[in-house]
């Protein structure tokens, strides 16, 4: 896999001169430059016979590529979008996630074989790994709810199950005509559907295009009878799919998706995944013999056959890959495609939580908030004072991740991850969370996820990644033989210690109970960088062994035997390096079994997660991370890179210059309350 993930241009052993002659191919930076990685140099001129021509499927502009082809004696490449593509179709100007670069036809032309067929026909597929991750892949598709487009609403009611799904698509597209198709076969579809099923509720689903506006279906309000329904609301395919009957398509890559599915789709076209004994087959094609498993289909198709970009590291990859990037992407997109209301947010939030979020609206009190009709964001600390709940839209209390930063918040950093949780919030036990609710679903997550989550917990230790990351420097002491306990210090009026920590909510309390339960050990106290910098409540007065001031919270960890806290996220960053942990408060990662527990944890907490399933809910499930080089929602795998590398665009000036004045005002606070 990595050998993919690392090829680069200048890493690719044999490159072709490509000669276009349309447009697109000099507009649109994503597909020059995908095809530039996978060893093609896009030019314009005389292609010479050892050149190749570059045409966009059997588009409109084709036949320049075509003509010029037959003229120089040139071969012709056929590019089009791969299967799983964006959020929105391509008239939207989304780039694609992938390409499908082909030099006998285009995937979806029957007349011969293209390089797709011939590897579903030769392939042996007798890899089980390949297989394997084939499964996984499907699998998280299918849960994801991840098409070629993604534009889905999963809030939508999907139609009560049995009916028959019969698949629009749009007109005069070119996967019909040269799939052997024309709009008479999208009549005898809907004849077929109803003759094989009498009776039944027939749902036509409209392709997203016809949706946009951008261009007709097959099918209308005219063609409809009183059990048929013309849907166009953006459902997940794969909720239509699990109440359908059956699946009717003529050549729709949803047939593909229907096969996926566990659908053996009625097929009148002569589309890619037709004649391998996965269809049943109105025009089946003598030369596609082989019978090939849902598994080996996906492999080929899906794993094989495209080009895949990862757009954060600029590079080729592999389809979990895209898989994790659609993931971040469409949970974005289906959390904030209503936009909000932000109420009780500081003013230098505002930019940052609208690159986060979208549309944002900064409203001061939730009735005009109420008056929007969005859903509603607001800082957790703030919700008590500011949301007393006068309104029936959502609410999303928002926090920093546990990735955050490489600085503090309190100078003005702009976060790389926030938690939004219409629960409760993942600091206060007293009630559940999204981050509860995630734990307890952690224990049936599938192997795949698992490993990821391993994978990257390996990863942020070997970056030795806090959620800060301050650069400041490791610390020297003498433990003279002793066990090393490092004693955690917090902000005292912090909200996460008032509500996980109310019968010890000082850090002289924490260390007298430590030294206390553990007389013999070396204590180890590591102030807050808040309180280190004079801008919150903490301090201590109890005496300690050595005071690390100033110091890399994760090289402190290195030198420790335990982690003793109220309720500091460095507990959950020495679970994550397998470091035992006794909690006096009660944090999120609290009373999984996972840490030693002084005061008693909600019984709700009966879960027995795996250290693999906790990080999962903490580090992929819950937060929601942005890449500030990119602009866009991203996997946690890039933030961690970006945090690793410190490869982060620096705070503008606008931003130190209001950093310092709060700093400022904060140190002169006490002096006005005299």
């Given at each position: 896999?990595?050998?993919v993930?690392n090829?680069t241009?200048s890493?690719?052993?044999?490159r072709?001169r490509?000669f ?24 314009l ?9 570059a045409?966009?499927?059997k588009?409109?502009?084709s036949?320049?590529?075509e003509a ?16 799983l ?9 989304e ?6 670069i ?10 011969g074989?293209?390089d797709?067929e011939?590897l579903?026909?030769e392939t042996?597929?007798d890899?089980?790994a ?19 487009y ?5 809030t939508?009611?999907?139609?009560d ?10 007109r ?7 799939g052997?198709a ?13 003759q ?11 392709h ?17 009878t ?12 794969y ?15 949803l047939g593909?998706?229907a096969?996926?599915a566990g ?18 087959d109105?025009q089946?094609?003598?030369?596609r ?7 080996q289909?996906?492999a ?32 974005a ?11 009780g ?9 609208s ?8 409203v ?7 008056r929007?009709g969005?859903?509603?964001?607001s800082?957790?600390g ?9 309104s029936?839209?959502p609410?999303?209390?928002v ?33 559940a969370?999204?981050l ?21 917990r ?31 210090g ?14 010890m909510?000082s ?9 206390r ?20 409540a ?12 100033r ?6 960890l ?19 390096r ?20 002084r005061?008693?944890t ?12 906790l ?27 970006r945090?690793?590398?410190a ?15 709060q ?8 002096l006005w309350?005299?």
């Amino acid at each position: 896999m990595d050998d993919v993930q690392n090829k680069t241009a200048s890493g690719t052993s044999h490159r072709s001169r490509l000669f276009y002659f349309n447009g697109g191919f000099f507009t649109q930076s994503r597909v020059r430059r995908i095809l530039d990685l996978a060893g093609y140099d896009l030019t314009l001129g005389k292609p010479g016979a050892d050149d190749l021509v570059a045409v966009w499927g059997k588009s409109p502009t084709s036949g320049r590529g075509e003509a010029v082809s037959g003229a120089t004696g040139s071969p012709l490449l056929y590019v089009e979008d791969a299967f799983l593509r964006s959020i929105k179709p391509g008239r939207s100007g989304e780039p694609p996630l992938g390409l499908t670069i082909d030099r006998l036809r285009p995937y979806f032309d029957s007349a011969g074989p293209s390089d797709l067929e011939l590897l579903l026909k030769e392939t042996p597929f007798d890899d089980a790994a390949l297989l394997s991750r084939a499964r996984d892949a499907m699998a998280r598709m299918r849960a994801l709810h991840l098409s070629k487009y993604n534009d889905f609403d999963l809030t939508l009611p999907a139609p009560d199950p049995g009916y028959v799904l019969v698949i629009d698509q749009t007109r005069d597209d070119a996967a019909i005509e040269h799939g052997n198709a024309s709009v008479a076969h999208f009549r005898e579809m809907l004849v077929y559907a109803q003759q094989d099923f009498p009776g039944a509720r027939i749902i036509i689903k409209s392709h997203p295009e016809t949706n946009d506006g951008h261009r007709s279906g097959h099918f209308g309000p005219e063609h409809l009878t009183d059990r048929m329904t013309l849907l166009t609301d953006p459902i997940s395919p794969y909720e239509l799919m699990d109440g359908a009957l059956a699946v009717y398509t003529v050549s729709s890559t949803l047939g593909f998706e229907a096969i996926l599915a566990g659908h053996k789709p009625n097929v009148f076209g002569q589309p890619f995944y037709a004649g391998w004994g996965l269809t049943e087959d109105h025009q089946p094609i003598d030369r596609r013999q082989r019978r090939l498993t849902r598994a080996q289909l996906f492999a080929g198709v899906m794993m094989l056959y495209p080009k895949w970009y990862d757009p954060y590291h600029d590079r080729l990859c592999e389809l979990e890959t895209v898989l994790d990037t659609l993931e971040a992407m469409t949970r974005a997109r289906r959390q904030d495609r209503h936009g909000y209301s932000a109420v009780g947010m500081s003013a230098w939030k505002a930019p940052h939580l609208s690159r986060f979020f979208g549309e944002v609206t900064f409203v001061s009190t939730e009735q005009e908030a109420s008056r929007a009709g969005k859903p509603i964001l607001s800082w957790a600390g703030k919700i008590s004072e500011l949301l007393p709940r006068q309104s029936t839209a959502p609410l999303y209390r928002v926090e920093d991740g546990f990735l955050r930063s490489r600085g503090l918040g309190a100078d003005l950093i702009p976060p790389l991850s926030l938690v939004t949780d219409q629960t409760g919030i993942y600091y206060n036990p007293r009630t559940a969370s999204d981050l509860e609710l995630l734990i307890k679903a952690s224990i049936d997550l599938p192997q795949d996820a698992l490993d990821r989550a391993e994978r990257l917990r390996r990863e942020v230790i070997k970056a030795g990644l806090s959620k800060y990351n301050l650069d400041v420097p490791a610390v020297e002491f003498d433990a003279g033989g002793r066990d090393v306990i490092l004693v955690v210090g917090q902000v005292e009026d912090d909200a996460s210690v008032i509500a996980g920590a109310p019968d010890m909510p000082s850090n002289d309390m924490l260390i007298e109970a430590v030294r206390r339960d553990f007389p013999e050990s070396f204590l180890v106290y590591k102030p807050h960088p808040d309180v280190e910098a004079g801008l919150r409540a903490g301090g201590i007065s109890s005496e300690v062994d050595f005071v690390a001031n100033r110091a890399d919270p994760i090289a402190v960890l290195g030198r420790c035997d335990r982690v003793a806290t109220l309720t500091s996220l460095l507990g959950l960053e020495a679970l994550l390096r397998e470091i035992p942990v006794t909690c006096y408060g009660v944090p999120f990662y609290a009373g999984w079994g996972l840490t030693e527990d002084r005061c008693p944890t909600p019984p709700r907490r009966h879960a027995e997660p795996t250290l693999a399933q906790l990080v999962h809910a903490c580090l992929i499930g819950y937060p929601r991370y942005f890449d500030p080089k990119t602009g866009q929602p991203c996997p946690p795998e890039v933030v961690v890179h970006r945090l690793a590398t410190a490869d982060i665009p620096k705070p503008s000036t606008g931003n130190r210059v209001l950093a310092k004045l709060q700093h400022r005002l904060r140190a002169l606070a006490p002096l006005w309350r005299r």
